[in-house]
C-alpha cells in the first residue's frame, strides 16, 4: 500500500508550517499521508479523530498530540465545532543541537509538567492570527525553540517503531543513491556520476531523487556534507577550516555559507550553542 507524500513548506520567517483549522480545511481533507517534518497538534475546541497505521486516536480539547518525522496519519474525523492548529516542524530546527546529526530522533507524547509547558505554548501560537507579521514570528520562533528544548530533554525515545511512508514508496533507486552519497560525500560527485550509478539519464535523476526527497541532489550532498562538517567541529575538535576540507567543501566560506542557509548560524556558533531555557515549576 502507498501513501501520499505531502510537501510541506516552511513559514517565511521561521522554520515550521502553521495550518489553523477550519481556515485551511483542504489539507485536512487528505487520505493517509506522510513527510518529513514533525507534526504538532493543539486541539483548541471540539475534537477529532486522528487516524494512524495501528491505531487511532481521540483528540479533545486542550489536548496535544505529537507525530514523528514519516509517521503515516490522515484526519478521519473532525467535529463540527472544532478549532485547533498544526504545526510542521523542520527536522533542520532539531539536528543541530544533537550528538549525532546523522540520526533523525523519534519522540513519545509529553506527560506531566513538560506536556503543561508545551501545551500552553501551543495554545500560545494557536491565539497569534497574523502569522506573517514579523513581530510575531520573531515570537513563534522563541517559542518554537522553547518547545525543541522540552521534547529535546524529555521525550526522546529510541525504541519507538512505526511504518515510515518512505517505506511504501517506490524508494529504492532514492535510497541506493543516499547511501553512495553518505559513502562518498567526501569525494567530488558529480549528477552525471550518480545518475550513472542508479541506472539513470541526469535529466531524469535529478527530477525523480527530489520528487522522493523533496531536496535537489546538490542541496542533499551539501546536508550531508554539513552534518559531518557540524559534528567534526563539536566533538572532535576539528577546525572550521580543516572541517570543510575533510568533509568535501570547496573552501572555508562554502561551509559557512551552507550552515547559515540550512540553520540560521555559523559553525562556531552551533558549536558554542547551550540551552538555557529553565524549566517551569
Given at each position: 500500500m502507498k501513501y501520499k507524500k505531502v510537501?510541506?513548506?516552511p513559514g517565511k520567517y521561521y522554520d515550521a508550517k502553521i495550518y489553523r483549522?477550519?481556515?485551511?480545511k483542504d489539507i485536512f481533507d487528505l487520505p493517509l499521508r506522510w513527510h518529513f517534518s514533525y507534526e504538532y497538534i493543539f486541539i483548541k475546541k471540539g475534537c477529532i479523530k486522528l487516524n494512524k497505521l495501528d491505531t487511532s486516536v481521540i483528540l479533545k480539547e486542550n489536548d496535544i498530540y505529537f507525530l514523528n518525522s514519516q509517521e503515516v496519519h490522515s484526519y478521519a474525523e473532525i467535529s463540527p465545532d472544532a478549532e485547533f492548529i498544526v504545526v510542521n516542524a523542520f527536522t533542520k530546527s532539531i539536528l543541530p543541537y544533537l550528538d549525532d546529526p546523522h540520526k533523525t530522533p523519534t519522540f513519545k507524547n509529553p506527560e506531566g509538567n513538560t506536556?503543561?509547558?508545551?501545551?500552553?505554548?501551543?495554545?500560545a501560537i494557536y491565539d497569534y492570527k497574523d502569522l506573517d507579521d514579523k513581530l510575531t514570528c520573531l515570537r513563534i520562533n522563541a517559542?518554537?525553540?522553547?518547545?525543541?528544548?522540552y521534547i529535546l530533554r524529555?521525550?526522546?525515545?529510541?525504541?519507538?517503531?512505526y511504518i515510515k511512508g518512505s517505506e511504501s514508496d517506490d524508494f529504492d533507486c532514492a535510497k541506493s543513491a543516499i547511501i553512495y552519497i553518505r559513502n562518498n560525500f567526501q569525494k567530488d560527485i558529480t549528477l552525471n556520476e550518480i545518475a550513472s550509478y542508479?541506472?539513470?539519464t541526469p535529466a531524469h535523476f535529478s527530477k525523480y531523487f527530489k520528487d522522493k526527497t523533496?531536496?535537489?541532489f546538490s542541496k542533499y550532498l551539501r546536508r550531508v556534507r554539513l552534518e559531518h562538517a557540524i559534528d567534526d567541529i563539536k566533538n572532535k575538535g576539528y577546525t572550521v577550516k580543516s572541517a570543510a576540507m575533510k568533509n568535501g567543501f570547496p573552501n572555508v566560506n562554502s561551509l559557512i555559507g551552507t550552515c547559515k542557509?540550512?540553520?540560521?548560524?555559523?559553525p562556531i556558533e552551533i558549536k558554542n550553542f547551550r540551552v538555557s531555557f529553565k524549566c517551569d515549576n
Open positions: 510537501l510541506v513548506e483549522y477550519p481556515q485551511d506536556k503543561d509547558i508545551i501545551t500552553k505554548s501551543l495554545s517559542i518554537l525553540l522553547n518547545v525543541n528544548y524529555d521525550c526522546m525515545d529510541s525504541s519507538i517503531t542508479v541506472g539513470m523533496s531536496e535537489t542557509a540550512e540553520y540560521g548560524h555559523t
